[in-house]
């Protein structure tokens, strides 16, 4: 293992889905915590108004990756155009991640299907298999992976988005297993209900019926997750958080929810 300079200073940590939700919210509290942050989503707008916020707000440096996580070129362009010590990354936070429809399985709409099959899936092994060298070479590194409650347990209509969460599942634990030996630590964290742009992507777009999938109780928020991600890396070297469940108060597990009348 060799090691340079930038070791002994910064920290390095890399977000897919950063300019919403959890990703965001995951960047300002790593670059809150001395992190330069790399961040990365298709949208090329939001990701150069979060730049602009961790420079003024953190005096962070940061590396902004305009990219798609289903496609296998552009990540390997994204993360090959990486300067070589913005390849010392220190933590990889695969987020990207959603849900299309909320469909019984004979009415699925299959564009759907593929879109979170190709996200959920794929990207999260696309990301892995180009940054997992860079880790492996140093003999160091974090991969926490963004799985869901959705990983653990099916839910009506769940089916597909609940198939793509349970494969993170199983592929965090083969991850971890396959870089044990390489001293990479390997963590999933599995969120209950949370207010982002989630509901209104699964829902395409209907404000309506987005707004109500969190009435009568308080979700978790995107700052409560970027908490426990953060948490997750402070850990003492021989500690590694496995997996992480987290839920709102008012959520016993993914069907039971108590929701008070508004
Ligand atoms: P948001 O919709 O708020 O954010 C999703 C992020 O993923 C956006 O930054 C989006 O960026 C990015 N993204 C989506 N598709 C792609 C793609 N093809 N390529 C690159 N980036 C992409 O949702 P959340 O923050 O809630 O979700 C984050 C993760 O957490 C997901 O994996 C989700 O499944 C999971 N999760 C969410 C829960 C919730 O209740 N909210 C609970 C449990 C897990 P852009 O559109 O700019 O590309
Ligand atoms: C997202 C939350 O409610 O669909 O993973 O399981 S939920």
Known sequence: ?????????????????????????IAVKFAENGYRCIITGRRKDLLAELENELRQTFNTEVLTLPFDVR????????????????????????????????????EG?????ERMIDTNVKGVLYMTRFVAPLMVARGKGHIINIGSIAGKETYPNGNVYCGTKFAVDAITKG???????????????????????FSLVRFKGDQERASHVYD???????????QVTYWVTTMPDHVNINDLVIMPTAQANATTIVRRET
């Open 71 to 106: 496609r296998l070129a552009e990540v390997e362009k994204a993360i090959g155009s990486l300067p070589d010590d913005w390849k010392e990354i220190d933590v990889l936070v695969n987020n990207a991640g959603l849900a299309a429809g909320l469909n019984p399985i004979h």
């Open 1 to 25: 293992m060799t090691s340079s300079p930038h070791d002994l200073l910064t920290r390095t940590v890399l977000i897919t889905g950063a300019t919403a939700g959890f990703g965001r919210a």
């Open 109 to 113: 709409v299959i564009d759907d299907w």
């Open 216 to 226: 009568g109780f308080k979700p978790l928020t995107a700052e409560d997750v970027a």
């Open 175 to 197: 991850t971890r297993i396959d870089l044990v030996s390489h001293g990479i630590k390997v963590t999933q964290i599995a969120p209950g209900a949370a207010d982002t742009e």
